[in-house]
């Protein structure tokens, strides 16, 4: 089974309003969460990175005030899409590296389809 | 010029045949090689990890590192149709940083 679990699969919300989506480690702690954004029939884009107990790191152009990220255990990340709009709708994997097996790969979840209406 | 270079594809191949997915890299400090299987809609499954130079073995897959040439590929023996995926090429220098491939869509015909 997955060693990532990401919540929900699938959210149909309305423009205006904030949206969570929560990435857990299941077997391992997790030193460190990324958070990814694809595009259909695109690779994957780096938004963020974050350790925990520490401020995220954003990538160039996304707004860390509307894509707010909280890595606040060594299991769990949450990326809270604020003031969703259309253009917000996507798909959005997170991905964890930590102490397990092959330490220097990431584990990704299984990604959370946002729908903004 | 990008760290990673894939060829996105698409590839077709008919069920049984011997598939070779390939990326190539420009920076020679990355140590960590990786490929990921997407399904359609789905988050990438990790499907091999190679360190270093050398081949790694698991089942039908292959996994094969050139550094001399910079280059990487997985090979997918007697393919399958549930094969049928975007395959990623995945490259690390110390574990912190990962830099992908654009992916390979493939698709194995019955």
């Known amino acids: 089974g997955a060693v990532v679990s990401q919540h929900p699969s699938w959210v149909i919300c309305k423009s205006g309003t904030s949206v969570k989506i929560e990435c857990r480690s299941l077997?391992?702690?997790?030193?460190?969460m990324f958070w990814y954004r694809q595009f259909p029939k695109q690779s994957l884009m780096l938004m963020a990175t974050?350790?925990?107990?520490?401020?995220?790191?954003?990538e160039q152009g996304v707004e860390k005030d509307k894509f707010l990220i909280n890595h606040a255990s060594l299991t769990l990340s949450t990326l809270t899409v604020t003031s969703a709009h259309p253009e917000d709708s996507s798909f959005y994997i997170c991905?964890?590296?930590?102490?397990?097996?092959?330490?220097?790969?990431?584990?990704f979840g299984e990604g959370s389809w946002l729908t903004v209406v | 010029q990008k760290e990673v270079e894939q060829d996105p594809g698409p590839l077709s191949v008919p069920e049984g045949a011997i598939v070779s997915l390939n990326c190539t890299y420009s920076?020679?400090?990355?140590?960590?090689f990786m490929w990921y299987r997407q399904y359609s809609r789905k988050g990438p499954e990790l499907l091999m990890y190679?360190?270093?130079?050398g081949n790694k073995e698991d089942g039908r897959f292959t996994a094969q590192v050139d550094k001399s040439s910079k280059y990487i590929s997985l090979f997918i023996r007697d393919s399958q149709p549930s094969d049928s995926a975007t395959y990623l090429c995945?490259?690390?220098?110390?574990?912190?940083?990962?830099?992908f491939g654009t992916g390979t869509s493939l698709t194995v015909i019955p």
């Open positions: 991905s964890a590296r930590g102490q397990r097996r092959e330490e220097n790969t990431i584990y």
């Open positions: 077997d391992f702690q997790a030193t460190t």
């Open positions: 974050s350790n925990e107990g520490s401020k995220a790191t954003y």
């Open positions: 920076n020679s400090a990355f140590q960590y």
């Open positions: 190679t360190y270093s130079s």
């Open positions: 995945a490259m690390s220098f110390t574990g912190n940083q990962f830099y």
